[in-house]
């Protein structure tokens, strides 16, 4: 089975600390993503990452940044943490896309819930 | 421009009755579709997948139905037990971006 696992389920933080969020996959996946999911907006990409030190900005980047040194590990840093980023954040992996396949599953961590207050 | 759309936003029903949930998008080309179910506080996690060619994929009391033609589908419950109740999230990947685009859930409530 495959599990991605993050850091913490529930996070606290004062406006303007740096946040650091952990996720970590066993599967030896080459694709990692970051979400956040707000009611009513569904699941937003912030960053994903194809490989060891690659990263692609997705819709919302504003804010954040990423960290892949290793290929299981992706980590989502909030460098200066802000009220509106009071969100639930998913990591989740999935095997490379090849050309014409773009079909892999992606496997999600149980998320964050971060406040920032 | 890419969408997902799904339709009811929250629904609620009792314990043993069916329920249909409605997906619509816009992307194209089209890849594949995904229904996904979220329990409350914990990741997404895939039901049934469909690619193009498809039309029905079942998963013991969840049956997803495709049409591509007018870009709709379609999640199926069966005799609704307390534990279907979570958020269904409809996920429709691009062929060409390789970009997963979706939808913003339907929450489904079942009472006792």
């Known amino acids: 089975d495959v599990k991605v696992t993050q850091s913490s389920r529930y996070l606290v933080k004062r406006t303007g600390e740096k946040v650091f969020l952990e996720c970590v996959q066993d599967m030896d996946h080459e694709n990692m993503f970051w979400y956040r999911q707000d009611p009513g907006l569904g699941l937003r990409l912030i960053y994903f990452s194809y490989d060891v030190k690659m990263k692609e900005k997705g819709d919302i980047p504003e804010g954040y940044s990423v960290s892949r040194e290793k290929k299981e590990r992706f980590s989502l840093i909030l460098e200066s943490a802000s009220t509106n980023q009071t969100s639930m954040y998913l990591c989740a992996s999935s095997l490379l896309w090849t050309s014409g396949r773009a079909s892999y599953e992606q496997y999600f961590g149980p998320g964050t819930r971060l406040t920032v207050t | 421009k890419n969408q997902v759309e799904q339709s009811p936003q929250s629904l609620i029903i009792l314990e043993g009755k069916n329920c249909t949930l409605q997906?619509?998008?816009?992307?194209?080309?089209?890849?594949?579709l995904r229904w996904y179910k979220q329990d409350t506080g914990r990741g997404p996690v895939s039901l049934t997948i469909m690619t193009f060619s498809e039309n029905t994929k079942s998963n013991g009391r969840y049956t997803a139905t495709l049409d591509a033609d007018t870009k709709q589908s379609s999640l199926h419950i069966t005799a609704s037990q307390l534990s279907d109740s979570a958020s269904y999230i409809c996920v429709v990947t691009h062929a060409r971006a390789y970009k997963y685009i979706f939808g913003t859930g339907t929450r489904l409530k079942v009472l006792a």
């Open positions: 997906c619509n998008y816009t992307v194209s080309p089209f890849s594949n």
